[in-house]
C-alpha cells in the first residue's frame, strides 16, 4: 500500500494553494505518493504530525492524508478499534478485499475534515483553534 492510496485526492486549486503554504510548518510532512503507507505512518506517529502533504514526481500536491481523520474513518468503516494510524492501516492491508480494492474508499479518497483558514499565517488546518498559532480560523 502507498501513502497515495489513502490520500484524499480531490483538490481544487484554491487547496493545493493554501497547502503549498502549509509545507513547511509543524506538524507537517511531505511524502512521494509512491512511499509505502506504513513506514510513513511511523515516521507521523512519531513526529506528532497532523498533516501529510503528499506529492507528484515535479513536487506538486496530489493528495492529503490527515493521520487522525483517516484513522476515524477507516475506525467507522471496519470498527476493529485501531488505536493508532499504523494500526488501522495494517487493518486495511491486511484485508484481501481492501487489496483488491486497492485501499480506495469515498471517506478516504473522496471526504476530508472540516478546514479552518487561519488568519494569522497563510495556511489551512483541519483543527481550530489554529494548532501553530493559537488562532481561532474562519470555515471553508
Not at 483538490?11 to 507537517?28: Q, Y
Not at 484485508?95 to 480494492?101: N, T
Not at 486497492?102 to 479552518?116: G, I, T
Amino acid at each position: 500500500m502507498k501513502i497515495n492510496d489513502i490520500a484524499f485526492h480531490n483538490l481544487t486549486l484554491a487547496d493545493v494553494t493554501a497547502f503549498e503554504d502549509s509545507r513547511t510548518l509543524p506538524g507537517v510532512m511531505v511524502v512521494p505518493a509512491a512511499a509505502p503507507a506504513i513506514p510513513i505512518a511511523e515516521a507521523a506517529e512519531g513526529a506528532g504530525v497532523e498533516l501529510i502533504i503528499v506529492s507528484g514526481i515535479q513536487g506538486e500536491i496530489t493528495g492529503l492524508v490527515f493521520p487522525e481523520w483517516a484513522l476515524s474513518q477507516i475506525d467507522s468503516m471496519r470498527q476493529e478499534n485501531p488505536s493508532t494510524f499504523k494500526e488501522a492501516l495494517e487493518i486495511l492491508l491486511d484485508d484481501p478485499a481492501e487489496k483488491a480494492r486497492q485501499y480506495h474508499h469515498e471517506r478516504l479518497n473522496l471526504d476530508r475534515p472540516m478546514m479552518f483558514k487561519c488568519p494569522v499565517g497563510p495556511h489551512h488546518v483541519n483543527k481550530n483553534p489554529c494548532p501553530v498559532h493559537g488562532t481561532t480560523g474562519v470555515a471553508i
